[in-house]
């Protein structure tokens, strides 16, 4: 971190209210996101790699439920 952020930081950002500081945060992070817009993907078809994603935490999401409720008798 640059001294000169670091510098805001201690002698104006301290100072704010925790909400004064929450409205900084989201002013700051909204204006990062607007400009790239354009670089996020939003089309609805699913590569490989998320039908992958989702099949891997499914099952893992299955196994943590089913293995906590439920024994199985051999």
Do not use: G, H
């Amino acid at each position: 971190m640059s001294n000169k952020v670091q510098e805001i930081y201690s002698q104006v950002v301290c100072n704010l209210s925790p909400t004064e500081r929450l409205c900084l945060a989201t002013l700051i992070l909204n204006e990062l996101v607007e400009p790239n817009l354009s670089i996020i993907n939003q089309s609805d078809t699913w590569t490989e790699q998320d039908q992958l994603d989702l099949t891997s935490f499914s099952l893992e999401y299955a196994t943590s439920i089913f293995s906590e409720t439920e024994e199985t008798s051999l």
